[in-house]
């Protein structure tokens, strides 16, 4: 079982800055891919960024060349940098983690897919707010 607490949320004007924590604790060493979403109100959740073993990053096209994960591996914890805020990246944010991760045959590498039911642990989400 894994714990995530994010942290690091709050409001800011657009073309602010804004950096997320996710503190994983409990079997970490089970986790392969760890992930971001968010979901604003009335919409569906949607990814922003995937991390897998290797640390290999990966985006949602809407926030490609503004945010970027991280994962400090001693202190187990996940980071999302958010710059160039903009009003629509307003939202709950919620970082994941979980085991599940795929093994490409053509490339010989593990990768992690932006299918939130891969994802067995959940933290309880931080609010990002970007006025204009």
């Known amino acids: 079982q894994v714990q995530l607490v994010e942290s690091g949320g709050g409001s800011v004007q657009a073309g602010g800055s804004l950096r997320l924590s996710c503190a994983a604790s409990?079997?970490?060493?089970?986790?392969?891919?760890m992930g971001w979403f968010r979901q604003a109100p009335g919409k569906e959740r949607e990814w922003v960024a995937l991390l897998d073993r290797s640390s290999n990053t990966n985006y949602a096209i809407s926030v490609k060349g503004r945010f970027a994960t991280s994962r400090d591996n001693a202190k187990n914890t996940l980071y999302l940098q958010m710059n160039s805020l903009k009003p629509e990246d307003t939202a709950m944010y919620y970082c994941?983690?979980?085991?599940?991760?795929?093994?490409?045959?053509?490339?010989?590498?593990?990768?992690?897919?932006?299918?939130?039911?891969?994802?067995?642990?959940w933290g309880q989400g931080t609010q990002v707010t970007v006025s204009s």
């Open positions: 994941a983690a979980g085991s599940k991760e795929y093994y490409s045959d053509d490339s010989g590498i593990y990768y992690c897919v932006a299918n939130p039911s891969d994802f067995s642990s």
């Open positions: 409990g079997d970490t060493a089970s986790i392969r891919c």
